[in-house]
């Protein structure tokens, strides 16, 4: 089952904050975060474990919390560089075969502005 | 360093037509997928793949083949084309279950 995103579009000014949520109904292995801007391919941010651990790269940070399923990316400082669609993709099984397998979410749109 | 290489990059078909989208990777990658993403909307998984000659169905497979001989290539076919088939088509390559990488994409439209 497809996860959700929330919000669904956001628009922020340079150096503003945002929060992106990813929610599944379904226990996780982990979740994967990926930016594509408009007209490209997706291109991957970070990979969560189920564990909690938080993960970070520079400005940009995620969390996944095991108990309620669901993961947020977290954006700092942002830049317009950070403008594109954020997607999630879960990961509920790695047995043989269905490890690296991914649903994802329906995006996030976020607008950096000057 | 090519990485996953797509082609063609645009096709315009029509309906009934069959086509072969391809895709190879250059890093010797063995799990591959095929995702569909139609405009405003999230990625899809059509078919993966786990090695050469292990393929799965993923989320809507209705309408596609694919074949994985090699390590390297791994076509999509589409038989008799429809107008709902019209999306952007992303093949992906990933060291197992680590982060996947993405090829630019094929346009497809089908009048």
């Known amino acids: 089952q497809q996860p959700v995103q929330s919000p669904q579009a956001v628009i922020l000014r340079e150096g503003e904050d945002a929060v992106i949520n990813c929610s599944s109904s379904k226990a996780l292995y982990s979740v994967h975060w990926y930016r594509q801007k408009h007209g490209e391919a997706p291109v991957f941010l970070m990979i969560l474990l189920k564990g909690g651990e938080q993960k970070g790269h520079e400005k940009i940070s995620a969390s996944f919390n095991e108990k309620k399923q669901q993961s947020s990316l977290y954006l700092t400082a942002s830049q317009l560089s950070y403008s594109g669609t954020y997607f999630c993709g879960t990961e509920v099984s790695r047995f043989y075969n269905q490890g690296g397998k991914l649903i994802f979410g329906q995006g996030t749109e976020l607008s950096v502005k000057p | 360093n090519a990485g996953v290489t797509q082609t063609p990059k645009f096709r315009i078909l029509k309906i009934g037509q069959s086509m072969t989208l391809q895709c190879t990777q250059d890093?010797?990658?063995?799990?591959m997928y095929w995702y569909r993403q139609d405009p405003g909307m999230g990625l899809k998984l059509i078919y993966y793949s786990v090695g050469a000659g292990i393929t799965d169905k993923g989320e809507v497979p209705n309408g596609y083949n694919v074949s994985r001989s090699t390590t390297e290539d791994f076509p999509l076919r589409l038989e008799l084309a429809a107008p709902s088939q019209t999306s952007v088509y992303f093949c992906?390559?990933?060291?197992?279950?680590?982060?996947?990488?993405f090829g630019d994409g094929t346009r497809l439209s089908i009048l």
């Open positions: 992906a390559s990933s060291y197992s279950e680590q982060p996947q990488h």
């Open positions: 890093m010797n990658h063995n799990y």
